[in-house]
Each structure stands twice: as structure tokens, then as C-alpha cells.
């Protein structure tokens, strides 16, 4: 079963992730509580979409953990890995940012500012130049 349809594998990845970028990703980021009442939470009176969206927020982290520790066996992954991870961490500083700026977030959420830039800069200062993959890789 694994690799069946392997010589799909570049079609998959272009319509994936906009496939969940429509769906999930940007709804959930520009209105999330629009988004909640659309799948069928009931608003305000059920805390059900806030632990959903802490679940779901768990599980992508999660899971771009998981990739990483993959990455360390798997040097020619390291360069995607790391891309991810950086534009994962660069959209933070941006949404805290934000949240800054709005007044809508809590003190410790704005200093994240400064963990997620520091931890940027930390990815791009051990980003694996001159591997196989990775959108930085020729640097």
C-alpha cells in the first residue's frame, strides 16, 4: 500500500495544502469563532470550539515535532523540516504581533514575540546549507 501511487506524489502536495489551507487553515486564523458557529458549535455558551482549537493547534505541533525528530535520521529532510518549522515560527511572531497590536492577548503572549523571533534567527543560524532539500538550501 505505501508508495502505490508514488508518481503522485507532486500533485498531491499542490493541492493538499490548499485544500486545508481553504478549509481549515486560513478560516480558523481570520475568523475562528465564524468558523466554529459554520461546523456547528454553539457559541458562546460551550467552551467545546476553544478546546477544539487547543486540541487542533496540539496536534500540529505535534506533529511538525515529530517531523523534526524524522529529520535527524533522515538528513536530506532536515532543509523541508526546517522550512517548515521557520515559517511555522515566522507566522507566530506575525499572529502575536497582531494580537499585540489589537490588545487581545494576554502579556506572556506579546513577550512571545521575542521567543519566536530568537527562535528564528536559532533555526536560521543551524539551517543545513548546502543539503539536498529545502527551500533556503542554497545559501
Known amino acids: 500500500m505505501i508508495g502505490t501511487w508514488s508518481i503522485h506524489t507532486a500533485s498531491f502536495l499542490a493541492w493538499f495544502p490548499v485544500l486545508v489551507m481553504v478549509v481549515f487553515g486560513l478560516p ?5 469563532m465564524t468558523w466554529g458557529r459554520v461546523i456547528g458549535f454553539r457559541l458562546p455558551e460551550h467552551t467545546d470550539l476553544a478546546v477544539y482549537f487547543g486540541r487542533s493547534l496540539g496536534v500540529a505541533l505535534s506533529g ?3 517531523a523534526a ?15 517548515a518549522l521557520i515559517l511555522t515560527a515566522g507566522l507566530y511572531v506575525l499572529i ?3 494580537g499585540a497590536v489589537m490588545r487581545i492577548q494576554p ?6 514575540i521575542g521567543f519566536f523571533t530568537g527562535l528564528v534567527l536559532l533555526m536560521l543560524a ?3 546549507i548546502g543539503g539536498e532539500s529545502g527551500l533556503l538550501r542554497g545559501w
Open 96 to 98: 502575536h504581533i497582531y
Open 64 to 66: 511538525l515535532s515529530l
Open 107 to 112: 502579556l506572556i503572549e506579546t513577550l512571545e
Open 126 to 128: 543551524v539551517y543545513p
Open 28 to 32: 480558523m486564523l481570520i475568523a475562528p
Open 69 to 83: 525528530y524524522g529529520a535527524i535520521i533522515y538528513a536530506p529532510a532536515q532543509g523541508v523540516v526546517m522550512d
